[in-house]
Every structure is written in structure tokens, then in C-alpha cells.
T-cell receptor, first 114, second 110 residues
Framework: NAGVTQTPKFQVLKTGQSMTLQCAQDMNHNSMYWYRQDPGMGLRLIYY???????DKGEVPNGYNVSRLNKREFSLRLESAAPSQTSVYFC?????????????FGPGTRLTVL | EDQVTQSPEALRLQEGESSSLNCSYT??????LFWYRQDPGKGPEFLFT???AGEEKEKERLKATLTKKESFLHITAPKPEDSATYLCAVQAGGYQKVTFGTGTKLQVIP
């Protein structure tokens, strides 16, 4: 099992360019998430998908869009990148069971916007 | 608003020197508290889930405990390979509502 995979690992964009970050999981999880991690701040939720066919905004959704392509794949799109979107982006997946659910993370995409 | 505060921000230990990391939280209706380990340039790796006060979980040199206001990650006789950032997170309300702390960066010196 590869778990959660993300592509690309690194990306440099110029202000105004667009790009899509890809995420896939092979754990048959229903829920998937996109976070960003910035120095001195905890992981912050951008968007999530509770199940295939649904997406919802998290804490910091502005400037991003998502697509839940199928149960395995969840992509994050930056339509017009800004320097404030320079960050490390993590995808996660989980399967709610009873009281709570544990999120499993991918290796991350390091994005720099110049 | 849910809040998670981790202390200290950084901790430097000699190999074999036991210590504890703290995670204090303020939530309404705790469903679970998570501990993750994050190595530089990697994604968070799941360690433990704790559900209720008094619960303890162990894995190798790590033991996590939970009270109604905080959790501790005890590291017994650490080794250099335990060096990492340790993240605490709480889940309250809906399944998707997870609040992360900013982490404690642990360095274990040989």
C-alpha cells in the first residue's frame, strides 16, 4: 500500500500562474482533505471532501478550488497564484469509525510563488 | 473556538534523558486527541489517538496520556532517531473539524 501520494513534490510558480496539485489514496477511505502548513502556524484546513461527490470549505478556502475526481483522487487547484500561497500543502484521507477518525497524510507539495 | 497549545516550542535532550511534551486544549465536546510525528520534509505520521481522560497509549519509547485539559507525550530514554517535530491535534464536533497545534521540535543529541 502506498497510502497517500501527492504530485508534484516541489513547484515554483510566478504570480498569476495556475496549477493543480494531485492527491491519491489507496486505503479505500471516504474522506479526503487538503491542508496548508506555514511556519509558526498549525496545519490549516483548506477544503475537504466527506465522501465522493461532495466538497466543503475549510478554514482558509479563498484562492483555491477542489475536485473530488473519484473515491481515490482529490485535487487542489490554484487559479491565479499569489505569493501568500507559498506554503507546504498536505493531502490527507480518513475513514470515520465510531467516535472519531484518524487522518493519514501524504508527503506534501512544497510550493513557492514568486 | 477550539484551541490547541503545545509546549515547549523546542526541546533539546541528551540521548537517554527522559522528558515530556505538553499539549493543552480547549474544545467543546472532545471526540479524540491525536499525536503525530513529522520529520523534516515529510508529512505527519500518525502515532496515537486518545479518546477520554485517564487513557494512556504506548509505542516503543513513547507514552501518551490524556486529562480533561491536556495531554502529555512522555519520551523515555530517547534516541537520536526520535528527533522530529511532534504535533498534537484535537477533534470536536464534526468529523472534519480537527485543530492542530504548532508542534514541539525535539532534538536528541548522541
Amino acid at each position: 500500500n502506498a497510502g497517500v501520494t501527492q504530485t508534484p513534490k516541489f513547484q515554483v510558480l510566478k504570480t498569476g500562474q495556475s496549477m493543480t496539485l494531485q492527491c491519491a489514496q489507496d486505503m479505500n477511505h471516504n474522506s479526503m482533505y487538503w491542508y496548508r502548513q506555514d511556519p509558526g502556524m498549525g496545519l490549516r484546513l483548506i477544503y475537504y471532501s466527506a465522501s465522493e461527490g461532495t466538497t466543503d470549505k475549510g478554514e482558509v478556502p479563498n484562492g483555491y478550488n477542489v475536485s473530488r475526481l473519484n473515491k481515490r483522487e482529490f485535487s487542489l487547484r490554484l487559479e491565479s497564484a499569489a505569493p501568500s500561497q507559498t506554503s507546504v500543502y498536505f493531502c490527507a484521507s480518513s475513514e470515520p469509525t465510531g467516535l472519531t477518525d484518524t487522518q493519514y497524510f501524504g508527503p506534501g507539495t512544497r510550493l513557492t510563488v514568486l | 473556538e477550539d484551541q490547541v497549545t503545545q509546549s515547549p516550542e523546542a526541546l533539546r535532550l541528551q540521548e537517554g534523558e527522559s522528558s515530556s511534551l505538553n499539549c493543552s486544549y480547549t474544545v467543546s465536546g472532545l471526540r479524540g486527541l491525536f499525536w503525530y510525528r513529522q520529520d523534516p520534509g515529510k508529512g505527519p505520521e500518525f502515532l496515537f489517538t486518545l479518546y477520554s481522560a485517564g487513557e494512556e497509549k504506548e509505542k516503543e519509547r513513547l507514552k501518551a496520556t490524556l486529562t480533561k485539559k491536556e495531554s502529555f507525550l512522555h519520551i523515555t530514554a530517547p534516541k537520536p532517531e526520535d528527533s522530529a517535530t511532534y504535533l498534537c491535534a484535537v477533534q470536536a464536533g464534526g468529523y472534519q473539524k480537527v485543530t492542530f497545534g504548532t508542534g514541539t521540535k525535539l532534538q536528541v543529541i548522541p
